[in-house]
């Protein structure tokens, strides 16, 4: 908007405010229409410093919306909200409406029962955009967390809610995705875990198997109990019924299922009910910063789960283990959402700058026939003879040459890539290197994310454009010529973070916090005042 457009519509704003008087009516009594036109006038003045809220009373002509004697379903329903924010993980002291409807009610002049109209708007708001669209900044937590907050337009926020059922509208305002009402549910269920005590001791010592008898076995097999994982028993020995409960366990939390307490196990048996109610308060925020429509047929890549699915009106139809970004800060696989357009199929891999300087120009200054499976080529595209070059007289800054694999099968990005472009340079690919998807933590990769099965992946996604998905994409591959393949709906994909979620039917689950986010999301939610609660049911 231009300007001039905004001094205009501020001049506009400001006339409006002058205009309160000449815009009462005149059958109102004198004392009456005084009262009104005060109370007005407060409210413009306690607008005045709000563009959003000055935009909305000056369309109503400064009345108000809570202050009323036929507003009382409003306070009402904002009563009923702020006192079940704790519930979805927002922080209750922040939200006060007790005390700011109390004040109102006892107001004794019109211009204090203005200004405590708009001070309501303003709570109100502040609620509505923090249950809606979370309570943080994603990217001021971590900046590999590059999600796009869905934010609501408050002018539109209060125009709706002004014009609708208030107790409806307020129950409409969180997400509306089934994952947010699921996690809810297990929030409100651990809470009342804590007020019963949890889950009892730790399992102290080290590795527990098959045939082992001790006090240990005896803690863990209680422990297994109180978290649902094993029916009542009274055995002393690391038996049959303790080894498929630990499984159970495992398959919940990402393990391999081996049925063996071994370090790796026990740390994750022994994590707190705490923790846990932690994760899932982080992934409601997650669910919040989420808060729009995901595709009917989308990708949903989870980190922490190491998996790629591609679900179809909410049923998961595809899945296949996958391998993310290493730990170090410059390889972790950043969070965002975008559109997969097309995929390659025998592509060439070009070579991200930051290999070629970090990885590439070191080992070509020992040995100039180093990584010869990759053609140099200067800013012309010109293909570099090695022989020529000086590497030795480059540094990461001034090397002035790319470099790229050509389609192979022993290429990094393997036979077939993904594409949805995007400026971190993340996308879907084979590998080679088949073996890292045995591993139970799978972070290895430059950024980008390998696919186990990325044939069938794209049999999958090709099979809503041509009756004959394998022999489309098995045509190309036999050519051994670089083929790009547009899908013809193109298909948003969303990589996520999540340390805990549900299953429309099945167990919780929870994943280990491969690079630290979730801790640190949960540290900024408490100093905005989130609090764990034990809950008494």
């Not at 022993?410 to 890292?436: C, E, Q």
């Not at 979730?518 to 809950?535: F, K, P």
Request: hydrophobic share 40%; net charge positive; aromatic share 8%.
């Amino acid at each position: 908007m231009s300007a001039y457009l905004v001094q205009a519509r501020l001049l506009a704003q400001k006339v409006a405010i002058l205009l309160v008087m000449a815009l009462m009516v005149f059958a109102v009594p004198p004392q009456a229409q005084a009262q009104d036109t005060a109370f007005r006038q407060a409210v413009a003045q306690a607008a005045n410093g709000d563009r959003d809220l000055l935009a909305f009373y000056s369309e109503r002509n400064f009345e108000g919306i809570w202050s009323g004697s036929n507003d009382r379903a409003r306070r009402g329903a904002l009563k009923a909200a702020f006192d079940a924010a704790a519930d979805h993980g927002l922080p209750a002291n922040r939200y006060d409406a007790n005390d700011l409807i109390a004040r109102l009610q006892a107001a004794s002049t019109p211009q204090e029962q203005g200004r405590l109209e708009v001070a309501i708007s303003r709570q109100f708001l502040d609620y509505a955009r923090d249950i809606q669209t979370g309570i943080i900044v994603p990217s001021r937590i971590d900046e590999a967390i590059q999600r796009r907050v869905p934010l609501r337009s408050p002018v539109s926020t209060l125009r709706a809610f002004a014009q609708s059922s208030p107790a409806a509208f307020m129950r409409a305002l969180p997400p509306g995705a089934p994952e947010y009402a699921r996690l809810m549910g297990e929030k409100a269920r651990m809470e009342r875990l804590l007020a019963d005590g949890g889950w009892g001791p730790t399992v102290p010592g080290g590795k527990l198997e098959r045939g082992d008898s001790s006090p240990a076995v005896v803690v863990l097999r209680n422990r297994l109990q109180a978290m649902g994982y094993l029916s009542r028993s009274t055995t002393q020995t690391y038996d049959d019924t303790i080894v498929n409960a630990v499984q159970q366990f495992q398959l919940a939390h990402g393990l391999a299922t081996d049925g063996t307490a071994g370090t790796g196990t026990l740390a994750e048996i022994n994590t707190s009910p705490e923790r846990r109610l932690q994760a899932i308060i982080v992934a409601m925020e997650r669910e919040r910063w989420i808060n729009r429509p995901r595709g009917e047929r989308h990708v949903w890549v989870n980190l922490t789960d190491f998996t790629a699915k591609i679900i179809d009106n909410g049923v998961e139809t595809f899945s296949t283990r996958s391998v993310i970004g290493a730990r170090d800060r410059e390889r972790v696989t950043p969070e965002f959402s975008d559109v997969m357009e097309f995929m390659v199929i025998n592509p060439s891999w070009y070579v991200p700058r930051s290999i070629i300087t970090k990885e590439f120009l070191p080992q070509l200054q020992n040995n100039r026939n180093a990584v010869n499976n990759l053609i140099m080529t200067d800013s012309s595209g010109r293909v570099v003879d090695r022989n020529a070059v000086d590497f030795s007289s480059f540094t990461e800054e001034t090397f002035p040459f790319s470099m790229r694999e050509p389609p192979n099968q022993g290429n990094a990005l393997g036979l077939v890539k993904f594409m949805f472009p995007n400026r971190y340079n993340i996308y879907l690919h084979d590998t080679p290197s088949k073996s890292l998807f045995g591993r139970e933590t799978r972070a290895y990769s430059h950024g980008c994310v390998r696919l186990a099965d990325p044939f069938d992946f794209a049999y999958a996604l090709l099979s809503k454009q041509v009756s004959n998905p394998q022999e489309v994409f098995q045509t190309h591959l036999r050519s051994g010529v670089e083929r790009r393949v547009d899908l013809a709906d193109p298909v948003p994909v969303h990589l996520v973070y999540r340390t805990a979620y549900t299953q429309a039917e099945g167990r919780m689950q929870y994943r280990r916090d491969v690079y630290g986010r979730d801790g640190r999301i949960w540290n900024a939610l408490a100093r905005e005042g989130v609090v764990l609660r034990a809950v008494r049911g």
